[in-house]
């Protein structure tokens, strides 16, 4: 590689061509994922050692570098790709990886009123709100569900035990009640919340894999009459394993009864809580406490952005805000740092907000209802071919657990399981394996606006070539 003669750390003269040898990388990459491709690249010899190689004294010529970083990115699993399955993908929307450009290129930081840059997170906030129905415009950005889940578990923790923050829990055995398929986020929250995961309700599933608020409601009596303080009921809308809907209005009588927060994780799901299909699935979210939402799932914008959006914005500052004298607090308004747990944050919001100030909420909305369409149609497809078996029920939302099954195959789940991997060997397709019940599933996941029927029908036909016979795959 040639020597930079940049001018300290700027690009200097290279600017325009470092610009202009991205843009042009882009594109191609753009125009790439519009279609599948028949493989996934592998890495070059040269590029694997070149991967291993200490750290540069002297740096190298710029449009060289971005050349490199562009052929690990293209030799990686990009969830971009539209016949990418596996787990919950986001799918890298253009107009928001254009706004990270932006976003990083000014480097604003959300932590204190940064201007009309603060602005726009909350209207971002409010977009994102109304767009799923919540009726409270109030809320934050964060890096993920992870931490939005752990943000509102937070704020509900500090409602149920006022002055846990300073004091700690004491003597309080506090509880946190979620369905048996919840994320596991939640078990993280509790551990980090001083819940104890030991405390977290595992409640019973329905035929449908939601959590049964008949359930919830004898656990919650057994525990009170034991002591026990209930922090919050966690409803998850979608599960991440079968893509499952809690009964939030059902669930949200239970936590009125008890007046015990009521917190929906809809890390995945929330979004189709906006398209006509799926709006009877989520009623009663506009009476919960607080909702998150991954916009780098549903919301097709590249990660890392997810939201926690709260009735009342005062419950997050009860158990975030401090009154440092280095944080000015200008006309009375929480600053980001009063209501998250971060201090420096980047402008997460800006790629929502041009998801979208470019495309609008209805085209959103038709994307969403593309994927919930796909899954409607794998599932058929999967009942209609003889080899294959599906979940007892249709999918909820864009999730579609099926496997295949052989005459004859002495362990159907060790197949379905090598299955999978020859599957990812393969490329055509990338989708990953959950257990489910105790058995081996392929489960596929539609959240990508690329998505076409034609990709969805691979998914099958490559499934079917690879794994129609035992001797196939383990002889
Ligand atoms: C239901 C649910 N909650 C939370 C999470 C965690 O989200 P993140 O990966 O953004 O931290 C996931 C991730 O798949 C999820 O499916």
């Not at 602005?119 to 409010?126: R, S």
Request: proline share 5%; glycine share 8%.
């Amino acid at each position: 590689m040639m020597e930079s003669d940049a001018p300290g750390l700027s690009l200097g003269d290279q600017r325009e061509a470092a610009l202009s040898r991205t843009t042009h990388h882009v594109l191609h990459a753009w125009k790439e994922f519009d279609t599948a491709r028949e493989r996934e690249s592998q890495p070059s010899e040269a590029l694997r050692r070149a991967l291993t190689m200490p750290l540069p004294r002297q740096g190298s010529d710029v449009l060289e570098v971005i050349d490199e970083a562009v052929e690990v990115l293209d030799s990686s699993l990009a969830q971009s790709r539209p016949r990418y399955f596996a787990f919950i993908g986001s799918s890298g929307l253009e107009a928001g990886a254009l706004a990270d450009l932006l976003a990083h290129s000014y480097d604003t930081n959300l932590a204190v009123d940064a201007g009309a840059a603060t602005a726009l997170e909350w209207q971002a906030v409010g977009w994102l709100a109304s767009f799923i129905g919540f009726p409270a415009q109030t809320g934050t950005f964060t890096s993920g569900g992870t931490i939005s889940n752990i943000t509102a578990l937070a704020s509900a923790r500090e409602a149920a035990i006022p002055g846990a923050r300073e004091r700690g829990l004491g003597g309080v055995r506090p509880t946190l009640y979620c369905s048996d398929e919840a994320h596991y986020s939640i078990t993280r929250a509790a551990e980090v919340l001083g819940i104890g995961s030991a405390n977290v309700r595992a409640i019973a599933i329905d035929e449908q894999r939601r959590m049964r608020p008949d359930e919830l409601r004898a656990q919650l009596r057994a525990d009170i009459a034991e002591g026990c303080t209930p922090v919050a009921i966690v409803a998850t809308t979608g599960t991440t394993l079968t893509g499952a809907v809690d009964p939030i209005a059902e669930l949200a009588d239970v936590a009125q009864e008890f007046g015990v927060w009521l917190h929906v994780d809809g890390a995945y799901g929330a979004p189709a809580a906006a398209v006509a299909s799926q709006a009877d699935a989520f009623a009663g979210l506009d009476r919960v406490d607080s909702v998150t939402v991954d916009c780098h799932k549903w919301m097709f914008v590249p990660k890392a952005c997810s939201a926690v959006l709260v009735r009342d914005a005062s419950a997050l500052a009860k158990v975030f805000a401090h009154d440092e004298a280095y944080m000015p607090h200008a006309g009375g308004h929480y600053n980001a740092v009063d209501i998250t747990l971060e201090y420096s944050r980047p402008l997460r919001a800006l790629k929502l907000w041009m998801l979208f100030a470019t495309h609008g909420a209805d085209a959103v909305r038709d994307a969403i209802e593309g994927n919930c369409e796909q899954a409607q149609l794998l599932y058929d497809w999967v009942r209609s071919r003889p080899r294959f078996e599906t979940l007892g029920s249709r999918p909820q939302l864009s999730i579609v657990p099926f496997r295949i099954v052989i005459d004859g195959c002495a362990d159907p789940d060790r197949h379905n399981d090598e299955l999978c991997t020859a599957i990812q060997r393969d490329g055509r397709v990338y989708v990953s394996p959950a257990t489910i019940d105790g058995h081996v599933w392929l489960r596929p996941c539609f959240t990508n606006f690329r998505t076409t029927p034609d990709d969805v029908a691979m998914l099958l036909d490559v499934a079917e070539e690879l794994g129609s016979t035992c001797a196939s795959l383990h002889g």
